[in-house]
């Protein structure tokens, strides 16, 4: 949908209706820099601190791709600027960018559909957190969860640690974002960006859409450790079992699969708050196949839970074997992915530059 507030300006010039030109040049001029208005915008990011594992993609990766082909704008970054939050070693961290690159475009992220981009390339979203943190308060940032969890293992907090759900707020205001895919743990930073957008606005003049969390299954998106299902799979856990990467070859996948904590019960019940192991190993297989749990325990009600471990690392082999093969292919020519990223970082630069001008103008930093 185009909307064209010059258009109405001009129409002026052919009314008498002086009261109606009034509210146009007004409506005009609070909207100015917004005269194309995008009917749907998606935008997320992924910080590139290691390989997807199966918890990125079934709590994000997969949605992404449902959103890229239902049309519309969909913009997704690597943002490793939100990595160095904690030490990063450069050579390593500059690979995890490449690699999340190659592992989006292998689950299905097309750089002709979507727009794909380093973060740390388009220099408006540091401009445009700075001008975002003067308008939030301390108060409200130490109260958001992630900041309590990963602060709480920590002697000295980084500063950038405590500011990172502003730097999100800017991402996603950056581009203008009408829907946010994120899981339910991140549903707070979006309700502070909604925040921030409404305050901006009503000091400035309506700049920003107020985005929508798009928050997935809960199931789906809370994959479970393999070695402690009280918690979510993640990139930051140290035991490397705990999780299934996409790249895993089939015999790390399975040595991770029957080396996953069940409990000293043989029968495959799918109980997750009394056997939250084997259950966990349910709810993986069911995600693979698109089996209801309870089908699935009746279908292997015959065998103990050691050889149902050989069964789930079988469907995950055979589903990552095309994901795990392409992301191989596409690691093998940085290049490509390198000009991916750039031509997915001039894209990202277009839009931000066209919103971060706005803002200057209607906060005072260069002429109306």
Same mark, same amino acid.
């Given at each position: 949908m185009i909307v064209s507030s010059r258009f109405l300006v001009r129409s002026c010039n052919h009314t008498r209706n002086s009261s109606l030109c009034r509210l146009i040049r007004m409506w005009h001029k609070d909207f100015r820099g917004l005269t194309t208005v995008t009917s749907r915008r998606v935008f997320s990011g992924i910080q590139p601190t290691g390989s997807l594992h199966l918890g990125n993609y079934f709590g994000a990766v997969q949605k992404w791709v449902e959103l890229q082909n239902l049309g519309g704008d969909t913009i997704f970054s690597i943002v490793d600027m939100h990595s160095i939050t904690l030490p990063q070693d450069p050579n390593v961290l500059q690979n995890n960018v490449l690699k999340v690159t190659a592992s989006l475009i292998a689950c299905g992220i097309d750089p002709e559909k979507s727009v794909i981009f380093q973060q740390s390339k388009v220099s408006q979203h540091a401009e445009l957190c700075w001008v975002l943190g003067c308008l939030t308060t301390m108060a409200r940032l130490a109260h958001l969860p992630q900041f309590k969890e990963k602060s709480a293992t920590l002697k000295e907090v980084p500063l950038g640690l405590y500011l990172y759900p502003v730097l999100q707020c800017a991402d996603i205001l950056l581009y203008r974002a009408t829907e946010v895919p994120v899981g339910e743990d991140q549903v707070q930073h979006l309700q502070l960006a909604q925040h921030l957008a409404k305050a901006f606005n009503n000091r400035f003049g309506y700049t920003f859409p107020i985005p929508r969390a798009v928050v997935g299954d809960t199931n789906v998106c809370r994959v479970k450790s393999l070695r402690d299902p009280s918690k979510k799979m993640s990139k930051s856990d140290v035991d490397s079992?705990? !999780?299934?990467?996409? %790249?895993?070859?089939? $015999?790390?996948?399975?040595?991770? %699969?029957?080396?996953? =904590?069940?409990?000293?019960?043989?029968?495959?019940?799918? $109980?997750?708050?009394? !056997?939250?192991?084997?259950?966990n190993l349910i709810s993986i297989h069911s995600l693979f196949t698109g089996q209801e749990p309870c089908n699935i325990c009746k279908e292997y009600s015959d065998i103990d839970t050691g050889k149902y471990k050989l069964v789930v690392a079988n469907v995950i082999?055979?589903?990552?074997?095309?994901?795990? $093969?392409?992301? $191989?292919? =596409?690691m093998a020519d940085p290049l490509y992915l390198q000009e991916i990223l750039e031509q997915g970082s001039r894209k990202a630069r277009s839009m931000a530059e066209e919103t971060w001008q706005d803002v200057r103008k209607r906060i005072g930093f260069s002429s109306q």
């Open positions: 079992k705990s !999780r299934i990467d996409l %790249c895993d070859s089939p $015999e790390i996948i399975l040595d991770k %699969c029957q080396k996953a =904590l069940t409990d000293f019960q043989s029968a495959i019940t799918f $109980e997750p708050e009394h !056997r939250a192991g084997v259950s082999q055979d589903y990552l074997k095309p994901i795990r $093969e392409r992301t $191989e292919k =596409l």
